[in-house]
């Protein structure tokens, strides 16, 4: 019998819900070194017992005796922690390769920053077993002001004028099925307070961005879940902040311009010296006041150093990367342009400001996670440069230079992920947790570069062993080279935002 945790039973076929019918009945995961992902140290030589879409056993494999039929797994000198959780993420692109890329990547979990009718198409397949992919938290379409910063050529936004507007947009996204709000840059004060009303009448999180006409710790008071980026945390934490708000709502962008891409970067060229200021005006005791009441209250960030670095380090983006084969050539060959046109026209003095303000992002995380602030690990997945799945783990390795240990990072993108998202399911190696888990070949707390190194992973109980990830890899790898471009062109999907206040 099993010891001290769950009773012989049949489980439902392991795989089910990807469609896989490998095996039934219990599966076992012996003699490996689990990190739990809640901080604690590691456990060696440890058997985890999965049974249906659940753990049922975690123990130490000299004191597990597992039932006769059990499939066993033996990975010694292996690390299983839990699957990853990517909490920003604009997923664009084939059914064959965008929902697979996740968890194949080691990402069991994503949180959908705009949500579109084929994110809910994805994540019910998923849920019935027909297609492979992560647990999806799909958000609602951008809600902004009007004129958006988003045009109409990457997708459907929704513009708000006023509180009436706001407070309906908000009873539109909830009938649509959207897991949250998305709140944007350009709300007016008086809408986004609506939408705050509004949403806590209708039981559904707004989150994003912090709107330009709004402080932080207003937005943290009125629920807001989680801040996205660190441009509203540059401006809050200045001294010049009273100053910079004025400038910021003389910011004018063209309403009639059909190009998203142009849009950010003429925004982006008005407000890189309103980014320097606040910079230069940096407050500590500004800042150390306003993460405590961060870390006091229920809002998290997330930083999504990522996107930053790709928007204001260009010159220091890769040439090729092993994964960037698993998308379509097109949409790789299309990057360039897309970045020179966000970030083209830079002179070199502005090139070393956003070089230096690419650095104080990385000293505000460290401060934030000194304080107690809650980070959840995003990338903004969906701008150039960023591979779904594979991005996060560059992610982690940038919170790690940012200060954070090895440990605190994975948190990052495991537990405190989870709790942010609000998924007390996931997110740890535990009794009665998701099997959503990611097996390695290295120790991730002596490098978190090791979370590359991924033997198999667990997708709701389903495992996907070395031989099985590398055949559904090649297959991905195989669609994304037969599928033609669109019509329209290649577009920016992600917030393309890494470089406003």
């Given amino acids: 019998m099993l010891t001290g945790t769950a009773a012989a039973g049949t489980a439902r076929a392991v795989g089910t819900r990807a469609g896989n019918g490998a095996g039934s009945g219990l599966l076992a995961f012996t003699h490996v070194t689990v990190i739990d992902g809640s901080g604690a140290p590691p456990a060696a030589d440890m058997t985890v017992v999965v049974e249906g879409s659940r753990i049922t056993v975690l123990a130490p494999s000299s004191r597990t005796r597992l039932p006769p039929g059990t499939r066993k797994v033996d990975l010694s000198g292996k690390y299983l922690i839990p699957g990853l959780i990517e909490a920003h993420t604009h997923s664009d692109g084939p059914e064959s390769v965008i929902p697979p890329l996740y968890p194949l990547a080691g990402v069991t979990t994503v949180r959908e920053m705009r949500g579109q009718p084929v994110h809910h198409e994805w994540r019910e397949k998923i849920r019935n ?3 492979l992919g992560p647990r999806w938290v799909v958000g609602s379409p951008i809600v902004d002001g009007a004129p958006s910063l988003w045009a109409a050529d990457v997708g459907p936004t929704i513009e708000v004028r006023d509180a009436a507007e706001a407070r309906l947009a908000v009873r539109q996204v909830r009938r649509e099925g959207a897991d949250f709000v998305k709140v ?9 307070f609506a939408i705050a009303d509004e949403a806590r009448r209708q039981g559904i999180p707004y989150l994003g961005h912090c709107p330009d006409t709004v402080r932080i710790a207003e937005a943290s008071a009125s629920g807001h879940r989680t801040i996205e980026h660190l441009h509203a945390l540059l401006l809050a ?3 010049h902040e009273k100053e910079i708000r004025r400038r910021l709502a003389a910011v004018r962008i063209d309403p009639g311009d059909p190009s998203s891409l142009s849009r950010y970067h003429s925004w982006f060229q008005q407000v890189h010296p309103l980014e320097w200021q606040a910079v230069q005006g940096y407050d500590r005791d500004r800042a150390d006041a306003l993460f405590a009441s961060l870390a006091s209250g229920r809002t998290a960030v997330v930083p999504t150093l990522s996107v930053h670095r790709t928007l204001e380090l260009p010159d220091e983006v890769p040439s090729r990367a092993e994964e960037w084969k698993y998308l379509p050539a097109w949409q790789v060959e299309s990057w360039p342009d897309q970045l020179a046109a966000l970030t083209g026209g830079r002179t070199a003095e502005q090139k070393r400001q956003i070089r230096e303000i690419f650095g104080h992002r990385l000293r505000l995380v460290s401060e934030l996670h000194a304080a107690g602030v809650r ?14 799945g594979f991005a996060l783990h560059d992610e982690l390795a940038l919170l790690v230079a940012a200060g954070l240990s090895p440990a605190e990072a994975l948190r990052a993108a495991t537990q405190d992920a989870a709790r942010t998202l609000g998924l007390p399911a996931v997110g740890t190696v535990a009794r009665g947790q998701a099997a959503d888990l990611l097996v390695l070949d290295a120790d991730p707390l002596r490098d978190i570069r090791n979370t590359r190194r991924i033997h198999g992973v667990v997708v709701d109980g389903r495992w996907i062993s070395p031989e099985e990830r590398r ?6 790898e195989e669609a994304a080279a037969q599928t033609p471009p669109p019509q329209s062109g290649p577009a920016m999907t992600g917030c393309g935002c890494g470089g406003h206040p």
């Fill in 129 to 131: 077993g027909a297609l």
């Fill in 375 to 388: 980070l959840a690990a995003g990338t903004d997945t969906g701008t150039g440069y960023l591979v779904p």
């Fill in 237 to 239: 934490t200045s001294r």
């Fill in 184 to 192: 944007y840059s350009r709300l007016s004060r008086e809408a986004y």
């Fill in 471 to 476: 055949r559904l890899l090649a297959e991905v």
